[in-house]
């Protein structure tokens, strides 16, 4: 009876190991959207607007090891209501001086943009579809 109980406690702390184990790696895998060793090439903060919300972003661009290069934005919106998320983040991807990228999180949508020729303005556009819908536009100057 002993040797059952012993045997019991060691396969749940077995299962709650397993279990740990694999919330931390997928937690480090989520976290780790810029590479190690990624060069910053530069943070960018500026401002949104749309008919519902306005508010200020900040984006920071980076090159990859590999050279690719990728962002992730964060939008603060100037809102009071509590009942509406009050910010949200994008990461995505930088093709010559285009800008893709997707809503994280609870949000969905995607937001466009351009680099300037002199690489010191973006500028672009954003669509959320979920929870809410809104469209708007944005731009942002190299600090």
Known sequence: ????????????????????????LISCAGAKFIPEGSQSLGVYEGSFSSDMYQGSLRIHLFQTPEGDKLFEANFL???????????????????????????????SGNLTGTLSQDGNR????????TPDVDNGTWKAQKR
């Open 1 to 24: 009876m002993i040797k059952e109980v012993i045997h019991i406690k060691k396969k749940s702390l077995t299962i709650l190991i397993f279990i740990g184990v694999a919330c931390l």
């Open 122 to 129: 973006l500028t672009g556009s954003y669509n959320v579809t």
């Open 77 to 107: 919106r100037d809102i009071t209501d509590p009942t509406v998320r009050k910010s949200y983040f994008v990461r995505g991807k930088m093709t010559a001086n285009s800008l893709v990228g997707k809503m994280q999180g609870d949000f």
